[in-house]
């Protein structure tokens, strides 16, 4: 065996050495959480998210380390397949791991809104470049894991998405508009608003001849905002067709313009072609020539 050949084999053996011994450390920071979260668990679960967090906050720590390497996520595919905990291409590693921490063979479905709720945290906060040390008062001052859960990527909940929309319309909508539907009829009881309030609610049958009736009427505050949540959005959808077919109209105009002005220029300098003395006429001619 040459020295080449030895050199070689040591280099593979030194690297194959260094992987099992990242493996084996993912394995003791995994085993360790799950006694956390066992401790937990059997502990504090129902009085306390403190030691929660904590673990969580541990998962967040070792999700930025793995995440980082090479690899730890086969380790971590490695790690569930020998616990028998399922898992496909599109599984995140936040959640891979999550369901390692927090999760068995047989228990992993049934909690799975929980351990999604658990990744998600953990994605937003490495996002939002928390570590373990910053992530109870990062889940305190987004108001809870089901809400982090719940925020779409702009960090907006679907409640607070449809408040906005609401806003938008009682805004909107709070002075008369050119495209209002039915105009300046006498209000029943059925159909007064809340005191302090604008609107209320009318639920309208279209008769057999085409015409309409309104057949009841309702003042109810969840219901009202409801329709103005959907108001408010269909509000915003136009703003932002409207803004578009503007941006494309200025678009066109600039495009003309342009054209235009191309277009006048060549015509200048045909223009200005057609005058030349005979003398530069002739010397463009022999220039061409030339050339």
């Not at 280099?11 to 956390?36: D, H, M, P, S, Y």
């Not at 009318?202 to 009841?216: C, M, P, Q």
Request: proline residues 2%.
């Amino acid at each position: 065996m040459t020295n080449n050949t030895k050199s070689t084999i040591s280099k593979k053996a030194l690297n194959a050495a260094r992987k099992q011994e990242a493996f084996n450390g993912l394995v003791e920071q995994i085993n360790a959480l799950v006694e956390k979260r066992v401790r937990w668990e059997q502990g504090t679960y129902a009085a306390s998210n403190t030691e929660l967090y904590g673990i969580l906050g541990n998962c967040l720590d070792l999700f930025i380390e793995v995440k980082k390497s090479y690899d730890l996520p086969k380790g971590v595919n490695s790690l569930l397949d020998v616990f028998g905990i399922k898992y496909n291409s599109a599984t995140s590693l936040e959640l891979k791991l999550v369901r390692l921490v927090f999760a068995s063979k047989d228990n992993a479905e049934h909690i799975g809104n929980r351990l999604f709720g658990y990744a998600r945290v953990i994605r937003v906060a490495s996002e939002a470049k928390q570590t373990s040390a910053t992530l109870s008062q990062f889940i305190a001052d987004n108001h809870g894991i089901e809400e982090i859960r719940r925020a779409n990527k702009d960090g907006v909940t679907a409640a607070e998405k449809q408040k906005q929309q609401a806003d938008l319309a009682r805004i909107e909508l709070i002075e008369p508009r050119d495209d209002e539907l039915f105009q300046n009829f006498e209000m029943p009881d059925q159909l007064q608003p809340l005191d302090g309030e604008h609107f209320s609610l009318a639920l309208v049958r279209k008769n057999a001849d085409g015409t309409g009736s309104i057949v009841f009427g309702t003042n109810n505050g969840a219901a009202v905002s409801t329709v103005l949540s959907i108001a408010g959005k269909s509000l915003s959808d136009k703003a932002v067709d409207a803004a578009q077919a503007d941006f494309h109209a200025k678009q066109e105009s600039i495009k003309a313009a342009n054209i235009a002005a191309v277009s006048a220029a060549i015509a200048n300098r045909l223009k200005t072609s057609s005058v030349q003395s005979p003398q530069s006429t002739e010397l463009h001619a022999a220039e061409e020539q030339f050339v």
